[in-house]
Each structure stands twice: as C-alpha cells, then as structure tokens.
C-alpha cells in the first residue's frame, strides 16, 4: 500500500524549522507550540522587538525516551523563555511554581503563554489563574486549552472508553478533564472583557484528525513500547498532516490577549494566523483519505505481529518497525523526485520561452528586410 502525502499548506503555516525539532516531540505539541511560535514572530515584527522574556505556565512534559522536557524553548531559541510548573527538576530554563499565584512582579516579562494547562486547573481557580497570567505579562498572553463543546465531549468519551477498553488502564489527564470539567470558552473570553482587554481566537487541532491520531497512539501502545515506532507516527503528521488542522470544529481554541497593544501588535499577529485558519467544514479530501487509509495499515500491522506472537514475535515487530521507514523513506524520495520534475519543468518552459523570443526577433529581421527592399525599388523607380 503506497500512500502519497500531500505537501499543500495554508498560507503562512510554517513548516521549514521541523527538522530543528527534537524527535520525541508529538503532534499534539506541535500543534499547540507552532501556532505559540507565530503569534511571537508577528508581534516581534509589529514591536520591532528582536527577543521577548518569555514565561510559559505549565510547559513542563515527560518524554516518551524516558526524560524531561520542556517543548517551547525549540521554538524559540532566541528568547529568554522561563517555564513554570508544579513538578520538582533541574532542567535549565525551569522553576517550580502555582499558575494562580505566581511569584513574579507585575509585568514581568514580554509574554506569557500557556498551553494545555487550564483544563487542569479546578474550575472556580480558573479566573485567578488566567489574571495572573495577564497581571505578570508586559504586552499579552497566549492561552491554548480544549474548550467544552459537545464533539470534543464525544471525542474524549470515545477516547477514555477505549483506552480503557483496549489497555487496561484509566488515562488520568482524560479522568481529570471529565473530573474538573473542560474551560468555557465563552466564559473566558467574557472574563477578558470584563477586564477590558482586547483578544483574538484561532482554533487548533481539527477534531477528527485529532482523535484518529490519538487512537492511533493509544494502539500502538498495545503492541510495543519501542519509542522509535510511536515517534515516526508523530513525525509523519506534523511533517505531512499538520498544516490541514487549524478548522473548525476543533479540539483546542487559542486565545491571544493584549493587556497592551502599542504598534497594535495584536493586529499583526492575526494578519499572520488568520490566513491560516481553513474555512469551516472545508477538508482536501484525498489527504483524509490517505490518513484512512494509513489508519487501516495500523490494524493490519497488529493482525501481522498477532498472527505472529506465538512463533518470533520480535522478528515480526521488527519487520514491521522497517515496513514503516521503508514507507517514509519511500514518501521521501516522492517528494524529491517532484521537485526535480518541477524543476526541469521550469528549465523547459525558459528554454521554450528563449526560442520563441529569437524566433520573433528573426521573423522581425527578415519583416524589416523585406520593407526596406520594397521601398528601395520605390525610390529607384
């Protein structure tokens, strides 16, 4: 089964620093910190402002190799960025604190963003965490949550149920959501109102993509615990599927506040992250099909390695471990060819371009000679 990968965009999503990513990154978090990395990049256009003191509450994650990690410093490495959480480590560019009571002066830093973290927050500590947010930044806040609405209900019920189901466990991130309650979306931003501040919203993380990524995951899981395998999953989406994602209905919504919008920053930056939003409803149809179909070579790979399991199950996860890179090195080598094609395409049609010119610069000569001739008889004459 050949799947070719669409490499269309939407107009401003940037995808040219992936390859600067570290590997255990996941489309999850991609698609929280690039949506987070252009907002930044706009307002340092409008600001004139090279580097911004950057506080980003509750960015602390673990790694599926095992270790800590803190994504938003990846994307932005030329700020000086601090990460807040509760859990004790000594990573650098790291400090244990309480999103609802920071200990930090007012105005603090340039920025202060937080991505997936007020779902997690008890639903009446929520006000105070989103004011200290604002209270410690200079120019605004960047918020990313999941926000109630009934498909992302249905979406996490199916999730936790089959995790459940199919692992054996209960996913504690999903039982605290349905435990605390999703954020209000509407709620929020009435909150900012009523502070008087001005913001934007962009949703993030297209619902269906979102689910039939997590369950994808959540599947491997159940047939190894190798990281090579489940990293090579998230890298195929963000390099090939993430662009598509920022529509409705979805998962996340992204809230940018201005607390101040001198050189209306704020403007720049939905100049920058409105083109990049699809229309509602509006999907290329043949990328979710290649995504169905890639979907259907996950059940096949697990029948394999089932059929398998009581003769060399090892041999058979690694057979289909090297299927898989075959298959991406293949989609590779897809995308290379089509340049160069695209590319002696371009040098044919300047070629092209180039004889037709001298051909009218020839049928010009030979016009002009055969006026001169004629009125050179006349003259004669």
């Given at each position: 089964?050949?799947?070719?990968?669409?490499?269309?965009?939407?107009?401003?999503?940037?995808?040219?620093?992936?390859?600067?990513?570290?590997?255990?990154?996941?489309?999850?978090?991609?698609?929280?910190?690039?949506?987070?990395?252009?907002?930044?990049?706009?307002?340092?256009?409008?600001?004139?402002?090279?580097?911004?003191?950057?506080?980003?509450?509750?960015?602390?994650?673990?790694?599926?190799?095992?270790?800590?990690?803190?994504?938003?410093?990846?994307?932005?490495?030329?700020?000086?960025?601090?990460?807040?959480?509760?859990?004790?480590?000594?990573?650098?560019?790291?400090?244990?604190?309480?999103?609802?009571?920071?200990?930090f002066a007012d105005d603090s830093f340039d920025f202060v963003t937080s991505a997936d973290t007020l779902e997690h927050i008890q639903a009446p500590r929520r006000p105070s965490f989103i004011r200290e947010l604002i209270r410690v930044s200079r120019y605004g806040v960047l918020l990313i949550a999941p926000f109630r609405h009934p498909v992302v209900d249905a979406a996490e019920e199916f999730l936790f149920a089959y995790i459940k189901a199919e692992l054996g466990y209960v996913q504690q991130q999903l039982a605290e959501h349905r435990g605390y309650g999703l954020p209000d979306l509407q709620a929020t931003t009435e909150l900012l109102s009523e502070m008087g501040l001005s913001y934007r919203t962009y949703p993030s993380g297209y619902i269906h993509s979102w689910?039939?990524?997590?369950?994808?995951?959540?599947?491997?899981?159940?047939?190894?615990?190798?990281?090579?395998?489940?990293?090579r999953v998230d890298q195929y989406y963000i390099r090939w599927l993430a662009a598509d994602e920022r529509r409705e209905p979805s998962y996340r919504h992204y809230v940018v506040t201005a607390k101040d919008n001198r050189c209306d920053w704020l403007g720049g930056v939905d100049m920058a992250l409105r083109p990049t939003v699809r229309a509602g409803g509006s999907s290329d149809v043949s990328t979710w099909q290649q995504t169905v179909n890639w979907l259907i070579g996950l059940v096949a790979l697990k029948r394999n390695a089932a059929s398998a399991a009581h003769t060399e199950p090892q041999r058979a996860l690694e057979q289909t471990v090297a299927a898989q890179q075959q298959q991406i090195d293949h989609l590779l080598r897809m995308v290379s060819q089509r340049d160069a094609q695209l590319a002696d395409l371009q040098a044919r049609s300047e070629w092209q371009s180039q004889l037709l010119d001298q051909s009218h610069q020839q049928l010009e000569r030979v016009a002009n000679g055969a006026i001169m001739r004629i009125l050179n008889g006349i003259k004669r004459r």
């Open positions: 089964m050949e799947i070719e990968p669409t490499t269309s965009t939407s107009p401003g999503v940037d995808l040219s620093y992936v390859d600067e990513l570290p590997p255990w990154l996941t489309f999850d978090q991609f698609g929280r910190y690039s949506t987070l990395r252009e907002a930044l990049e706009a307002a340092r256009v409008a600001l004139d402002q090279p580097a911004f003191s950057v506080l980003d509450v509750g960015g602390w994650t673990r790694q599926i190799l095992g270790g800590e990690g803190l994504p938003i410093v990846y994307f932005l490495p030329g700020d000086d960025v601090l990460v807040v959480d509760q859990v004790e480590s000594s990573l650098p560019h790291y400090r244990r604190g309480d999103g609802t009571s920071l200990d689910l039939a990524m997590m369950l994808a995951k959540h599947y491997l899981f159940g047939l190894t615990d190798d990281p090579e395998i489940h990293m």
